[in-house]
């Protein structure tokens, strides 16, 4: 890796830049993106690997554009040789590996569905998407072969395997490697019609089963083209490098690789998420860019971050999950560097929120702190209204549902008609997250709709309420879920993670809880857990959060509705009669 220390490398021309990205902008596809991206930054390193490569024509760390090209037309070339043809659905589920970036564009040559996959995804799982899209091709590595698949034949529908690995497979699943070794570096490529189907990610299934979000090339290509403009108009900095962690198979992941691609900036791509070795190689690579989810930044925290010199960093930045304001300025101080006059010169740090129905981004905010749980400023070509449960626009300050239309939402979900009726609605996508718009237009993330907690005609977010329990010095991590009580209908309880080596115990946190929060917000219980279940995004499983604090809370009082208030009045869980 020794291109990331030194850093020496080719800065495109503004006209360059001006044609491939704003005057020729019709030309971007994800059919065409690698191509065009070649012939822009040519020998500018695009990605360096913790995993090098090792294929017959390439082996090493660090691959320009031009590589990334010929990876993608060999890929091509394979999988029109296996019989992959427009519209066919090809299944991707490797760990953080690059290769899984290649097959996607590769497949977008053909006119063929990429369909990223979670890789801690079980066989079960698997099995459901494999059926529920029709995926007859799945590209996967060595790791998810073994430990996950193990026997193909239990995925019967699926005809070709292809394993990302250098060791032997067994009869009938292909190498990566033999698969295009001997294919041509370039492959044709036309840019695909907006309507096109590009890619269909699967949302978390924190709900249910998961459902397909279908996104078209004119989706995706919609806060590319956006950033193209902005990224031909500003100079290309010869020493910036980006330390890309986020899964490539989530939306906020592979969002940050395409716009990273675009920009021309240099990544380092982890293939998981290390909190010492980020800290390593921000350090070591002098690393200018970082973007991660909250639970990333504690857990970077937790790793020691203070005793890193993480000064080279000049834009922190992040999504997936509200991030508190505290957490903005530790990680602002500590990358702070002497600037003019003695004073010290902090960097940004950018938030972003959107959904896999939205390809990516749909809200910025960019600079200090504004507010725990900013979600940021809609961005220009995205209309929204925010509204109540019956759809009526709420006052501005007043909480309710965020509504948008934009050419980024999805075209619906994959075989799933009534989903799709539920939240596309005259053209407009309706979020499912709780919102209210403060000053300038500042919208604050409040809860997702479904998680909010009604305790006696009280709405309570449970993310308002983590963020206050998280402030708490014994708080590592805390979850909030409703469970039902039969006088509120619904009472708020924390899952609670105790930081390390910290004693303390559920009264002094309940009695905490009370003096920093409206009592009707305040968690009523609090069961101490070791981890907290979580989602590939580490977002909560809050389903399965509420059966761990069920199965913990002992029998309370009062849980059951009583049909003689006078001979048994139910008390509170705080020991109050109601």
Not at 245 to 265: C, D, F, I, K, N
Not at 324 to 343: M, V, Y
Not at 393 to 412: A, K, Y
Not at 526 to 539: G, L, S, T
Request: proline share 7%; with cysteine; net charge positive.
């Amino acid at each position: 890796m020794q291109r990331l220390l030194d850093k020496n490398w080719p800065i495109p021309r503004f006209r360059d830049k001006w044609r491939v990205l704003v005057r020729e902008a019709a030309q971007l596809s994800m059919s065409t993106l690698p191509d065009r991206l070649a012939a822009l930054y040519g020998e500018r390193p695009a990605l360096f690997l913790d995993q090098p490569l090792d294929y017959p024509f390439f082996q090493g760390d660090g691959l320009t554009h031009r590589d990334v090209a010929r990876f993608v037309a060999r890929i091509a070339h394979g999988l029109q040789g296996l019989g992959v043809r427009k519209g066919d659905r090809v299944g991707l589920m490797t760990g953080n590996r690059v290769e899984a970036a290649f097959a996607e564009f590769a497949a977008q040559r053909l006119g063929a569905v990429p369909v990223p996959l979670n890789a801690m995804l079980r066989l079960d799982e698997i099995r459901h998407l494999a059926e529920d899209c029709g995926f007859r091709t799945f590209v996967t590595d060595r790791t998810v072969f073994e430990q996950i698949i193990r026997d193909p034949a239990q995925l019967p529908s699926i005809r070709n395997w292809i394993v990302a690995t250098t060791q032997r497979v067994p009869t009938g699943v292909i190498r990566l490697t033999d698969l295009i070794a001997d294919q041509p570096d370039t492959f044709p490529s036309t840019p695909l019609a907006a309507n096109d189907l590009a890619i269909i990610f699967y949302t978390a299934g924190t709900t249910g089963f998961p459902k397909g979000a279908m996104l078209s090339d004119g989706a995706l290509m919609f806060a590319l083209r956006a950033y193209g403009k902005l990224v031909a108009l500003l100079p290309s900095q010869r020493h910036n490098l980006s330390l890309l962690v986020m899964p490539l198979a989530h939306t906020s992941g592979h969002q940050a690789m395409l716009l990273q691609l675009v920009m021309g900036m240099p990544m380092l791509l982890m293939g998981r998420f290390d909190p010492q070795r980020v800290l390593e190689s921000i350090q070591q690579y002098r690393v200018t860019m970082f973007s991660g989810i909250p639970a990333m930044y504690r857990m970077l925290l937790d790793a020691g971050a203070r005793a890193y010199d993480l000064t080279s960093v000049e834009l922190w930045g992040g999504g997936g999950d509200a991030f508190p304001d505290e957490l903005i300025h530790t990680f602002r101080d500590l990358a702070a560097k002497p600037g003019r006059f003695g004073r010290q010169r902090r960097p940004r740090f950018a938030r972003g929120y959107g959904l896999a129905e939205t390809a990516g981004q749909l809200a910025t905010a960019l600079g200090p702190p504004c507010g725990d749980g900013a979600a940021g400023k809609i961005m220009r070509g995205v209309q929204y209204k925010i509204v109540d449960s019956d759809g009526r626009p709420v006052p501005r300050g007043e909480v309710g549902e965020l509504v948008v239309r934009t050419p980024g939402i999805m075209s619906g979900y994959w075989n799933n008609a009534e989903e799709t009726a539920k939240v596309l609605r005259d053209g407009w996508f309706h979020t499912g997250d709780l919102v209210r718009e403060g000053r300038r237009r500042m919208l604050y993330m409040q809860a997702r709709e479904k998680d909010m907690i009604k305790v006696g005609g009280y709405s309570v977010f449970p993310a308002e309420v983590e963020r206050k329990l998280a402030e708490h010095p014994a708080v590592a991590e805390a979850a909030v879920v409703g469970v039902p009580h039969g006088v509120k209908g619904e009472m708020p309880v924390a899952a609670v993670v105790a930081q390390p080596g910290v004693r303390i115990d559920e009264a002094t946190l309940l009695e905490w809880a009370k003096e920093h929060m409206a009592p009707y917000k305040a968690p009523r219980r609090i069961v101490f857990v070791d981890a907290i279940p979580q989602n590939f995004a580490m977002k909560a499983k809050r389903r399965e959060v509420r059966a761990q604090v069920l199965n913990l809370l002992r029998p309370a009082v009062g849980t059951q509705p009583s049909t003689d208030r006078s001979r048994r009045r139910a008390p509170d869980l705080d020991g109050r009669v109601e």
